[in-house]
């Protein structure tokens, strides 16, 4: 039960935690040099003593900035990331761009003014500048989704993931139709690039016979006419698209989302660890990790 007194000091603090002052002092404003378990220890007792409660000038906040809702892998990593930083005393943040870099703009510097911790950002902006511009913020940050060269990447290896989803139905099918529509957005668009490269490196070493489809309507096309044709959507929310409208059709995905299971409907996917990945960017910037971290992927077969 907390404690009402707030006259508990960082020395007093140290001695509870058995460490010293200075750890303390890291784990409070969060700097380097402590470990992940000190410092949750740290912060535990420091919300039991009631210390951060006196603390008006530090919020401990995580950032995290995505393009929306709609696909449900992103609504998994905001309620995992949701539970983990209130495991270590941090409130949450979210806020969308809809894939607009001037909204992510928007949202980095209300992050800033916040005095965020950290941030985890899906970025739509790319290139020297732009992280040039994140560096300025002085604020740990860690991409997901979409990689910038000189930010941290926490996330599954795309081009081999996907790969490995193509190997896969080419055990079955040798006409293949990879649908993405995403790969018409504009700005950093680099995991589904990725994921296209990885198809088109096993569909070539397979022989296989197979199109890229960015376009609905041209896709509705091919399967009046290919109907042996198995489709590979970079994300499975573009697989439950083809299912809806193509029940009898062959489809894989890539995410591993849960909603399919509400349609009583099973999807061959690829399961890109949205746990792990959420854990992992959190621990990154909380402790400012500035290094590329993959995470295991797994190809989930639901027949």
Do not use: W
Not at 20 to 37: C, F, M
């Amino acid at each position: 039960m907390k404690n009402n007194n707030f006259s508990i000091t960082t020395h007093k603090l140290a001695q509870i935690c058995n460490v010293s002052q200075g750890t303390v002092d890291r784990a409070l404003n969060n700097r380097k040099g402590i470990s992940t378990e000190t410092k949750e220890k740290i912060l535990s007792a420091a919300r039991k003593y009631g210390y951060l409660d006196t603390d008006k000038n530090k919020f401990h906040i995580i950032g995290i900035v995505i393009f929306d809702l709609y696909n449900e892998y992103f609504s998994e990593l905001v309620m995992c990331l949701e539970r983990e930083c209130q495991k270590i005393g941090y409130s949450l943040v979210v806020m969308f761009t809809d894939k607009s870099f001037e909204k992510e703009q928007k949202c980095l510097k209300q992050l800033y003014c916040m005095g965020a911790d950290g941030i985890i950002l899906c970025p739509v902006g790319e290139g020297t500048e732009y992280v040039n511009y994140l560096y300025s913020l002085k604020i740990p940050i860690a991409t997901i989704g979409n990689k910038l060269d000189g930010i941290s990447y926490v996330g599954i290896d795309n081009f081999r993931a996907m790969y490995d989803a193509c190997i896969f139905l080419a055990q079955t099918h040798k006409k293949i139709i990879y649908y993405s529509p995403a790969l018409k957005a504009s700005g950093n668009n680099y995991a589904q690039i990725e994921r296209k490269k990885g198809f088109e490196k096993a569909a070539d070493e397979k022989s296989l016979d197979y199109i890229i489809v960015k376009d609905k309507n041209e896709l509705q096309k091919l399967l009046l006419d290919e109907k042996d044709s198995a489709v590979l959507c970079s994300t499975d929310y573009y697989a439950i698209e083809v299912l809806m409208n193509y029940p009898n059709t062959e489809v894989m995905g890539f995410d591993n989302i849960n909603i399919m299971k509400l349609f009583g409907r099973k999807l061959n996917s690829v399961d890109a660890n949205s746990v792990e990945v959420t854990k992992t960017a959190l621990h990154n910037v909380i402790n400012d990790i500035r290094k590329d971290c993959y995470v295991d992927y797994k190809i989930v077969k639901n027949q």
